[in-house]
């Protein structure tokens, strides 16, 4: 394995990341936990009425994602609303299907279980290296992560989980593989994907993919 690219995630880029992970674990269909709760006043999106959530439209919605024990492990919250393209593999298999037919104003509570969210934990991506792997510029401390080529062409997000003399041991695992995933969302938008959206994959604006 080859160390080559430094550090790709910085601070709290949580959309980036999680856009990244949600492209590398397969997809199955779950049988979601929906409480759909549809509230009174629905803006009309356009003269045919709202749009429903669907392939190549791009959803802005409020999330709360707790763990199992109930522990906050991320959210969006109406100021800052988070934006996906549907159908395209940005968010995890589980609830971008729960969310599919649903309209703006929709309230659901998702458990998705790890085969939908970010994947079982696996030993064979747990791993070591030596410091001369990495970049020579690049100061490890545990907690950071890299981009590795495992040879399939497919980057790996690896993330320094200790550090002895000249061992480095690595986990390719994303932080919240395992992990039974409870979402508690709020559909806020829906409007058709926008041609430039549909070429690259991923939802433009606020809350969505900004392009320097
Ligand atoms: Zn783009």
Redesign the pocket.
């Known amino acids: 394995m080859m160390v080559c690219a430094a550090n790709q995630w910085s601070g709290r880029s949580l959309v980036p990341f999680r856009a990244f992970f949600f492209g590398l674990f397969g997809a199955r269909p779950l049988g979601c936990g929906a409480i759909g709760a549809v509230c009174g006043s629905l803006p009309v999106i356009s003269s045919q009425g709202p749009i429903m959530i669907k392939q190549g439209t791009v959803v802005s919605m409020t999330y709360r994602l707790t763990n199992a024990a109930g522990e906050e492990l991320d959210r969006a919250d109406k100021n800052e609303p988070f934006s996906y393209l549907h159908g395209a593999g940005q968010i995890v298999p589980g609830l971008e299907k729960a969310l599919a037919g649903a309209l703006v104003g929709t309230q659901k509570k998702v458990v998705v279980s790890p085969e939908e969210g970010y994947g079982e934990v696996e030993e064979r991506l747990r791993t070591s290296a030596k410091r001369n792997q990495f970049p020579p510029d690049a100061e490890l401390t545990v907690g950071m992560r890299f981009a590795a080529d495992d040879g399939s062409g497919q980057p790996i997000i690896f993330t320094v989980t200790e550090l002895v003399g000249d061992d480095v041991s690595l986990d390719g695992n994303h932080p919240l593989a395992g992990e039974t995933l409870h979402f508690d969302v709020e559909v806020v938008e829906v409007r058709e994907a926008t041609a ?1 959206e549909l070429q ?1 994959g ?1 939802a ?1 604006g606020p809350g969505g ?1 900004h ?1 320097d």
């Open positions: 430039e690259h991923h433009h993919h392009h």
